[in-house]
């Protein structure tokens, strides 16, 4: 009898193990490339950080607002002013260093895949490389000091993300055929929007681009949220066996990891717009492709409410002659105003954004 309950039990190892994650060859390659880029990113940012201090790449504390002068806002941050700016250069550098590996290691035979597939990463590059150059502009801008809001104006940002998020959507209506949303909530079916698909793709790529450059004002806030966000993405593609563009997502989550390494108080480097802009409005492209839109407001919540209190902030001031709702906008800028320090608001957001991605992917799996 005893042999017996060996060899079942022998049998039952074998089986757990054979489905385990050490043989699944799809998990071995996304979380290879998750280390890989971490290390790289982690290995090659201190000289990178020389080099922005060296070339004088800091960062100008904006003095001018919207609407009026931004006072507060400068009294709290003046002392960030020259720390170095454009770290989207290395996760952005990083992350398409990864994709030329890995066509390297598909010639050479290791992988069956590279990164570079049409079927599943064409569309999210191309939206880090195209969102990711408005970002550079914006940044170097500002470092120069050009124009009154030391960047690119609100109007040319705009009218850049209308045609790149225009070009995107005619791609998935005209090419894909792509007209349903599914919302992936518990007992609510697909929406059939025909054409409407065009302006709500749109919107989804602005509105998800500029949420993220609104909350990135903190050290290690926007980071921290994009990096829980991503890894929400990561799991989302890999159920529905997106392999490739899941090890994407993994690779971001690497690189932000490190980023966040030095990003913390007191930041070594900032993101920079590139960063913020590029990151979340791929995030918009990959819910769009993986019919989750409705997970992607669960998950970015912050993101949305930092929006918002930027529109109710300048509403306020044009309607009510110049009277605030906030002490300053975004939200964020203004727990800092009332008395919570930088550390208190970046961990307790930083808490509620994890809270909300388990929430998201709890939704997601309920309604699969």
Known sequence: MFFLYKELYVYR???LFSWSIFVDSNLVQIFGFWLATFLV????TPSYIRLLQYAKMGKQIRENATIGKAFEFFKLH???????????????GTVFFMVFMSIILQKIGLTNNSLFNQQET????FTLFTVGLLGGIDDWMNIKGIWKTKGISAR????WLLLFSGLGAWWFYDKLWWSEVLLQLPYIPGIELWILFIPLFMFIIIGAANSVNITDGLDGLAGGLLLFSYAVYGFITYDQGLFLLSTLCV?????????????????KFFMGDVGSLALWANLG???????????????GIIFILETLSVIIQLTSKKLRKGKKVFKIAPFHHHLEAVGW???????????VGMILSVVGVIFYIIAS
């Open 78 to 92: 003046s002392a960030k002013a020259g720390t170095p700016t454009m770290g989207w250069a290395v996760i952005l």
């Open 341 to 351: 320090s930088e550390e208190t608001v970046v961990f307790r957001l930083w808490l």
């Open 285 to 299: 492209l990959m819910a769009l492709l993986t019919n989750t839109v409705a997970i992607l407001i669960i998950v």
């Open 156 to 159: 040319f940002k705009m009218i």
């Open 251 to 267: 690779s971001i989550c690497g690189a932000l990891i490190a980023f966040l390494w030095f990003n913390i108080k007191p930041a």
């Open 122 to 125: 064409y569309l999210s590059l």
């Open 13 to 15: 190892l074998r089986v």
């Open 41 to 44: 990113w982690f290995l090659i």
